[in-house]
C-alpha cells in the first residue's frame, strides 16, 4: 500500500487510554460529517458518520460528537490499543454538492505501549 | 478489503509524458472515485463517475481526464504529466444514498513525475 508524509498535527496516548480527535469545519450546509482511518501504507477506511441534525453517535469503540454551534467535531476512542495508531481524517458530504466527501487534513494518532 | 485493485502501484515517468492509471472493482458499486493525496492538502477529489460513461469533475480535474466503459474500471490520464502531479492516487467506489459516505479504498498508486 501506499502513504503520505504528511506533516500532521500529532496526539499521542498511552494504550489504554481515551483519545479524542478534533476537527473544525467551515460550512454549515454539510449533510453528514464523516470520520475516516488511514494506517501507514494503505487507503483510508470508514470509521463512522453523523448526520447533521444529531449531536452524538455511538459505534464499537468510537464515539463522534457534534458540536454545530462552534463548527466542532470530535471522535472519541475508548481504551486506544496500538492498533488504533493511523491517520485520522474527518469528511463532510454535502447532497447539493453532488455528494462529494471534502476531506480535512488529518491528525496522527500515535499509541504508546 | 473490498474488491479494489490500483495498476500500476508505483510509477516513475517524465514531464510531458502520458500516464495512465487504472482501477478496478469487482464489487459492481455504481460510484467510482479518483483523488490525490499531498502533504499538507490531505485527500482532494479529481474526477468521479456516478455510471458507465457518466463522470465528473472534483476539485482539482485540470490536467486530468476520466474515462468509464464498464461498471468495473475507472482510468485516470494525465495527458501530459507535470512535476506537480507528483502525488498518490487513490480509487475509491461506494453504492448510493447514505452509502455515500462509506468509500472503499484502493491501495494507492505512488507517480513520480521527473
Known amino acids: 500500500g501506499e502513504s503520505v508524509g504528511l506533516h500532521l498535527p500529532t496526539l499521542s496516548v498511552q494504550e489504554g487510554d481515551n483519545s479524542i480527535i478534533n476537527c473544525a469545519y467551515s460550512n454549515s450546509a454539510s449533510d453528514y460529517f464523516i470520520w475516516y482511518k488511514q494506517e501507514s501504507g494503505k487507503g483510508p477506511q470508514f470509521i463512522i458518520d453523523?448526520?447533521?441534525?444529531?449531536d452524538k453517535r455511538q459505534g464499537q469503540r468510537v464515539t463522534v460528537l457534534l458540536n454545530k454551534t462552534v463548527k466542532h467535531l470530535s471522535l472519541q476512542i475508548a481504551a486506544t490499543q496500538p492498533g488504533d495508531s493511523a491517520v485520522y481524517f474527518c469528511?463532510?458530504?454535502?447532497?447539493?454538492?453532488?455528494?462529494?466527501?471534502?476531506f480535512g487534513g488529518g491528525t496522527r494518532l500515535m499509541v504508546k505501549p | 478489503d473490498a474488491g479494489i485493485t490500483q495498476s500500476p502501484r508505483h510509477k516513475v515517468t517524465e514531464t510531458g509524458t502520458p500516464v495512465t492509471l487504472r482501477c478496478h472493482q469487482t464489487?459492481?458499486?455504481?460510484?467510482m472515485y479518483w483523488y490525490r493525496q499531498d502533504p499538507g492538502h490531505g485527500l482532494r477529489l479529481i474526477h468521479y463517475?456516478?455510471?458507465?460513461?457518466?463522470?465528473d469533475k472534483g476539485e482539482v480535474s485540470d490536467g486530468y481526464s476520466v474515462s468509464r466503459s464498464k461498471t468495473e474500471d475507472f482510468l485516470l490520464t494525465l495527458e501530459s504529466a507535470t512535476s506537480s502531479q507528483t502525488s498518490v492516487y487513490f480509487c475509491?467506489?461506494?453504492?448510493?444514498?447514505?452509502?455515500?459516505?462509506?468509500?472503499?479504498f484502493g491501495p494507492g498508486t505512488r507517480l513520480t513525475v521527473l
Open positions: 475509491a467506489i461506494s453504492e448510493e444514498g447514505r452509502a455515500y459516505n462509506e468509500q472503499f
Open positions: 464489487e459492481n458499486h455504481r460510484y
Open positions: 469528511a463532510e458530504n454535502r447532497y447539493n454538492a453532488g455528494n462529494m466527501l471534502t
Open positions: 453523523i448526520r447533521s441534525n444529531m
Open positions: 463517475s456516478y455510471g458507465v460513461k457518466d463522470t
